[in-house]
């Protein structure tokens, strides 16, 4: 089972917002996980169930998707923000996949 | 809040075991609802799962990993641990534990430590 996602940087001015892209190779996928892993620090969950913002999280994060296609919107970027996110998924058996990861940056 | 933290070597010797440990506080590792995880993450790299243990010591692990891992579990300590055997250089990496949720059709990894690094030298 296989992520891959898109692009693998994305550049944004302050105050723009973007998309980033995750594809599995399972379309029998029903949701994945999103994470925000800012640089020298661990990831952080930002998005379960395609949908649903962990705790804390602003709501300038959206998720969206649903096998094999999974979208995570930023609607207006902060300098927080500024961080890789990586996809995951869960297969059975079970065995948990990351994407390669998106780097957003500010342009 | 539940707070996850790594410790054990830095630098082991190829050929050697690495041996990790994660100390869980904040919160009760025997729990039903979640797992502990192990994941870790080669320099530069991305994300990469390595297994989990249930309270009850039950483990899944990677297939890419399966044969050199042992994930346990010690409840008295509220700890969980990492054996990884016969290390070579790509087994360098920083290693973080973290937090599982997966019940039914939810799952989530939403508590992390800090993460420890490894690096496999002689």
């Known amino acids: 089972v296989v992520l891959t996602q898109s692009p693998a940087t994305l550049s944004l001015s302050p105050g723009e917002g973007g998309t980033l892209s995750c594809r599995t190779s399972q379309r029998s996928t029903s949701y994945v996980a999103w994470y925000q892993q800012r640089p020298g620090q661990p990831p952080r969950l930002l998005m379960y169930d395609a949908g649903n913002r962990a705790p804390g999280v602003p709501d300038r994060f959206s998720g969206s998707g649903s096998g094999p296609d999974f979208t995570l919107t930023i609607s207006s970027l902060e300098p927080e923000d500024v961080a890789t996110y990586y996809c995951?998924?869960?297969?059975?058996?079970?065995?948990?996949?990351f994407g390669p990861g998106t780097k957003v940056d500010f342009k | 809040q539940v707070h996850l933290q790594e410790s054990g070597p830095n630098l082991v010797k190829p050929s050697q075991t690495l041996s990790l440990t994660c100390k869980v506080s904040?919160?009760?590792?025997?729990?039903?609802?979640?797992?502990w995880s192990w994941v870790r993450q080669q320099p530069g790299k991305g994300l990469d799962w390595i297994g989990y243990?249930?309270?009850?010591?039950?483990?899944y692990y990677n297939p890419s990993l399966e044969s050199r891992v042992t994930i346990s579990v010690d409840t008295s300590k509220s700890e969980f641990s990492l054996k990884l055997t016969d290390v070579t250089d790509t087994d360098t990496a920083l290693y973080y534990c973290?937090?599982?949720?997966?019940?039914?059709?939810?799952?989530?990894?939403?508590?992390w430590g800090r993460g420890t690094l490894v690096a496999v030298s002689s």
């Open positions: 995951q998924q869960r297969s059975n058996r079970p065995l948990f996949t």
């Open positions: 243990v249930s309270h009850t010591g039950s483990t």
């Open positions: 973290a937090r599982t949720y997966d019940i039914s059709t939810y799952w989530f990894f939403d508590v």
């Open positions: 904040g919160g009760s590792i025997t729990t039903d609802d979640y797992y």
